[in-house]
C-alpha cells in the first residue's frame, strides 16, 4: 500500500542517497562507496532512477554520480535538469536540486582546469577559447546555479553554509587556475588582469562574511576557516595593488 511504498522509499534514501548535507558535497553514503566498481554504482543509481522514476532526487542522485565518479558531463547536466523539472511538476521548488546542478557544472569545471594545468606543467599551450570557455561559461553558469539556490533556500528560510561554501571554493579555484595560466605572480596577474577576476574576489569577501552570520561562526567543517585563509592568501597581494593603483590616480590628478 502507501505507506508500505513510503517507508520503503525513506529506508532506500537513507541508504543509498543519505540526507541533505551529504547530497549537497561530493560524498556518497558508506553502503555506495562499498561498492568496488563504478560499473556497480552506476547499476545502483540507474535502477533506483527507473524504479521511481517520478522522484527527482534519485534523478539528481544519478547525475552527482555521472559528475563525480563517472565523469560523463553531458549525463551529468542532462539529469540535473531532469531532477529540476520533476520537481516543478510537483509544484515545488528545491533548493538542493539546484544546488546539485550547480555541483555537477563546479565538477566539469574543475575537470578541464586540471587538465589544462597539466597541459601548462608540460609546456603545451592551452587554446584560448578553451580558457574563455572556463572563465565565461562554465564558472558564470555553476555560480548562476548557486545564487538560484540560495534564492530559493532563503525563501524557505533554509539557508545553509554549503550554497555559500561551494561558491566561494568555486571563483578562489578559478581565480587560481587563471593566475596558473597566465604565468605571472599573483601581483602581476591582478595588476594586468582585473576582470572578472577582482569582481570574484570582492564576491568571495562577501559570501563570506554572509554565511559567518547565517553560521554565527558554528563551523564544525572547517570549510568556512579554509576559504577564509585562501581569501586572505589573495588580499594580501590584492590590497597592495589597489594601493598602487589609487598611488597613480593620484599622480595622474596631481602631476
Same mark, same amino acid.
Not at 566498481?37 to 552506476?42: C, L, N, Q, W
Not at 539546484?98 to 566539469?108: A, E, N, P
Not at 558564470?140 to 550554497?163: C, T, V, W
Given at each position: ?14 541508504? !543509498? ?27 545502483? !543509481? ?5 524504479? @521511481?522514476?517520478?522522484?527527482?532526487? @534519485? ?17 551529468? *547536466? ?19 536540486? %539546484? ?35 572556463? =572563465? ?25 553554509? @554549503?550554497?555559500?561554501?561551494?561558491? =566561494?571554493?568555486? *571563483? ?24 572578472? !577576476? ?39 597581494? %590584492? ?9 597613480? *590616480? ?6
Amino acid at each position: 500500500d502507501a505507506n508500505t511504498s513510503e517507508y520503503i522509499q525513506e529506508v532506500l534514501q537513507k541508504l !543509498f542517497i543519505g540526507n541533505r548535507v551529504d547530497r549537497a558535497g561530493e560524498a556518497f553514503t558508506p553502503i555506495i562507496d562499498d561498492i568496488i566498481s563504478v560499473d556497480g554504482k552506476e547499476q545502483v !543509481f540507474l535502477a533506483l532512477k527507473e524504479t @521511481y522514476p517520478d522522484n527527482p532526487h @534519485y534523478c539528481s542522485h544519478l547525475a552527482r554520480f555521472y559528475a563525480y565518479h563517472n565523469k560523463n558531463r553531458e549525463k551529468a *547536466l542532462k539529469y540535473a535538469d531532469e531532477a529540476i523539472r520533476l520537481s516543478e511538476i510537483e509544484g515545488t521548488q528545491d533548493s538542493l536540486l %539546484y544546488h546539485i546542478k550547480g555541483m555537477c557544472l563546479r565538477s566539469v569545471a574543475y575537470d578541464v582546469m586540471e587538465q589544462h594545468r597539466k597541459l601548462k606543467l608540460q609546456g603545451s599551450s592551452v587554446p584560448d577559447n578553451e580558457f574563455d570557455e572556463v =572563465i565565461e561559461k562554465l564558472v558564470p553558469q555553476a555560480a548562476q546555479e548557486f545564487e538560484l539556490s540560495r534564492e530559493i533556500a532563503r525563501k524557505q528560510n533554509r539557508l545553509d553554509e @554549503y550554497g555559500f561554501v561551494a561558491h =566561494i571554493q568555486l *571563483l578562489i579555484k578559478a581565480i587560481d587556475y587563471a593566475i596558473v595560466m597566465s604565468g605571472k605572480s599573483k601581483s602581476e596577474f591582478f595588476s594586468q588582469n582585473t576582470e572578472p !577576476f577582482s569582481e570574484w574576489l570582492d564576491l568571495t569577501e562577501s559570501l563570506l562574511e554572509e554565511v559567518k552570520r547565517i553560521n554565527m561562526d558554528d563551523d564544525e567543517s572547517g570549510k568556512i576557516e579554509d576559504c577564509t585563509n585562501e581569501i586572505i592568501a589573495f588580499y594580501e597581494n %590584492y590590497e597592495q595593488i589597489l594601493q598602487n593603483l589609487r598611488s597613480q *590616480l593620484e599622480k595622474g590628478k596631481n602631476p
